[in-house]
């Protein structure tokens, strides 16, 4: 008497993936509802079991679904928008401007079905994203029939579905309520990264997930500067620092993992979080070589993700494998370190259960989801085929398969693909749609493009704030003679400083584009200790307003500051046509002189060796104060003894480039 059940996979090279690596060769899989019923040898499962669904799969592997472990699935749509830069400037410069523009719950829907499509094909049966509107991102899933673990990302910047921290805070939360008990998704909660999250934030997202029992999904040290700035900042590497913050009592799915060392792999271990490893997505953004080997020695469960679509390009998850493999032997030295098993667990088992996901997918084990691939190892690029060691079924796969070679995909029960054809989702649709939004978005930053002003705006966070300046520079010979007559009863000291200024103009094919200063001020005390540095970004107005009298200069600067990046970043965002830099000793007193106030700037140039220089500025926001203003400067000047001193009506920068 056998049993009746709905889906009867026969005649296929079955590679279970389970803790023993059962193969059987012809093997078949019995599934009834959306659960594994039994696997085992054809000729054993086919006297047990009968179906009203029975699939020959023609010498076929039939195989667990592949676990992307790590993804941004909406980011589809921004695929190929921004390449060849680095991760600070591809993500600040192009990835959330634009990202602040465009991304809405439309957008995010198109995109995950546009992902879902590409992983479905790709042979994927569960993915582990972190995005905006992940409610949105849980719903197309749920529609296409993926599995997915679905992270609502808080940060402490603004973020396209929520102005602040505690509104996407309160969203995960109403998420994770509604969707705790979901077939399908898994809820979860998704803090970007230690250094875009307060403590506060850390501490607020671990008592969410721990409340409701959800994942934490979260990137730690993916770049080599993260960890440095975090040893600087917290004294300590990012592990032992998010450990601080709590975070490890959650259920934590730790992306990249990039650069820890052994005892960070030890703590993660002991808090059971799972690593996703992203070799595709590390290659590419020069992040470095994750110690995949180590991770796996020190008892890590490590999964394989893509990353997002738009740092990969694609979701191909048998390159994924593959690189994990590759990837693992190059840097250690080691062919034999990250066999084809392993990189195939990884992609498996191991990847669920870095998920938090073990005991529904991953393997083909009775009691299990069914979560299945049916891919064809028999094409020209993967023939012949050996049987000698069990290993040969496994080399073939990840060296040599093709995601294109997955024919069938089933997620929990229910066909996804059959014989390469989309079930779920209309594919070309998908398609057009995203090619239209791709040309609103290259209108977006085609304009963006035309002005460094709009440039530097498009990264937020800075103040647009616009003045005219009043400014006379002389140079002059007897610096100590400017500070003894500073010392006149018509003039009152108001505050002095002193700085050491490192400064770095950039110049632009376009002059009316102005000029961008990065002014690093080191403020030095008596002792010639610096104290204190701050570091801003200046576009300087190239369009001088004019001459007022002879020598006085009326200029219009915007300034927008503080510098929130590196120079390195500006350089590579703004790519300018020339690059100054400047080294000075700047003595700087604030006075008034006639109930007006003024900054007389003393300057030794260092770098380039150009001597002394006096400088009186005044700002003010009309043309007529200007000239008020720029009478004053003059007699200021003869009174500082300067009056007969060459005027550079233009300042020190064109000196240098003229
Ligand atoms: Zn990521």
Redesign the pocket.
Known sequence: MTQKVDVLFINALVLTMDGKLNQYDPGAVAVSGDLIVAVGSEAAIKTEFDASEIIDCGGKVLMPGLVNA?T?VPMTLLRGLADDLRLDVWLMGYMLPVEREFVSPDFVRLGTMLACAEQIRTGVTTFND?YYFEEDVAKATAKAGLRAVCGQTVMKFPAPDAAAFEDSLAMAREFIQGWKDHPLIVPAVAPHAPYSCTPEILRAVTDLAREFDVPLHI?IAETAFEVETMRNENGMPVVPYVKKQGILEAKVIA?HCVHIDTGEMRTLLHAGAGVAH?PS?NLKLASGFAPVQKMLEAGLNVGIGT??PASNNDLDMFEEVRLASFVAKASSNDPTVVPAVTALLMGTRMGAKALHLGHLTGSIETGKRADLIIVDTSPAHNSPRFRRDPNNAYAQLVYASKSTDVSDVMVNGKWLMRDHKLLTLNEEELVAQARELAKKIDVFLIEREQSVLSKLIALGGSMEQESFEVQVKVKIVEPDLVVRTLTRPEIGITAFKHYRQYDDYFSFDDPAQGRLRFREDNLVNEKGETVNVRARLTLLGQKREGQIGQDVLLSRSRFLAPAAHTLRFYREYFKPKEEVSITKDRRRWHIRYKETEFFVNLDRMEHPDMGHFLEIKSRTWSRKDAERKAHMVVELMALLGAANSETMTQDYIEAIQN
């Open positions: 790590h941004h972190m990137h992306a992203n997505s990353d997002g």
